[in-house]
T-cell receptor, first 116, second 114 residues
Framework: AQTVTQSQPEMSVQEAETVTLSCTYDTSESNYYLFWYKQPPSRQMILVIRQEAYKQQNATENRFSVNFQKAAKSFSLKISDSQLGDTAMYFCAFMKRTSGTYKYIFGTGTRLKVLA | KAGVTQTPRYLIKTRGQQVTLSCSPISGHRSVSWYQQTPGQGLQFLFEYFSETQRNKGNFPGRFSGRQFSNSRSEMNVSTLELGDSALYLC?????????????FGDGTRLSIL
């Protein structure tokens, strides 16, 4: 069975600093997709960034980038120049095709607090 | 385009009661998934519906059920509520379940069991 592990329940970072959130996953599949979602306090969960496993190049979205290590099954999220608005719960998610449809598996989340 | 709408936002029930939660997906989205979010457990997948048919189901007891209507709106029902059912229930929609598209989430329904 696929699992997604986020080993850091809580983290904090000073405003303008860089922080890295870790995520590891377990799968025997070779074709899958990885996502980071952000859930601000009392607000809607939104997609931050996605990575296709067949792509070697790490995905980037403005201040957000990933370090995708396929052999190590690691998918960390780096947030550069942290802002107060980055305070949120971050979920790593794994998606693969199962019985003709795509199914998500989420990690337990990392609560990130950006300090002024 | 309106986002995913979940109603109600908050709900308080007592043990043994039943509850129905509603989710209206983004217009044009035909796939709706339900998740249970609790502290320390993250998001646990409940089930997914597409074209009024349940396509995937997570490891939850039969007290948890759902359905989808012809307009893609979905409802989730929990019967014989237990204290452990207290959670944030999230609904997510996507345009096609057969493509690796990101899901769009609603604000959730926070269910508290007394």
């Amino acid at each position: 069975a696929q699992t997604v592990t986020q080993s850091q329940p809580e983290m904090s970072v000073q405003e303008a600093e860089t922080v890295t959130l870790s995520c590891t996953y377990d799968t025997s599949e070779s074709n899958y997709y990885l996502f980071w979602y952000k859930q601000p306090p009392s607000r809607q969960m939104i997609l931050v960034i996605r990575q296709e496993a067949y792509k070697q190049q790490n995905a980037t979205e403005n201040r957000f980038s990933v370090n995708f290590q396929k052999a190590a099954k690691s998918f960390s999220l780096k947030i550069s120049d942290s802002q107060l608005g980055d305070t949120a719960m971050y979920f790593c998610a794994f998606m693969k095709r199962t019985s003709g449809t795509y199914k998500y598996i989420f990690g337990t989340g990392t609560r990130l607090k950006v300090l002024a | 385009k309106a986002g995913v709408t979940q109603t109600p936002r908050y709900l308080i029930k007592t043990r043994g009661q039943q509850v129905t939660l509603s989710c209206s997906p983004i217009s044009g989205h035909r796939s709706v998934s339900w998740y249970q979010q609790t502290p320390g457990q993250g998001l646990q997948f409940l089930f997914e519906y597409f074209s009024e048919t349940q396509r995937n189901k997570g490891n939850f007891p039969g007290r948890f059920s759902g359905r989808q209507f012809s307009n893609s709106r979905s409802e989730m029902n929990v019967s014989t509520l237990e204290l452990g059912d207290s959670a944030l229930y999230l609904c997510a929609s996507s345009s096609e379940p057969d493509t690796p598209r990101p899901q769009h989430f609603g604000d959730g329904t926070r269910l508290s069991i007394l």
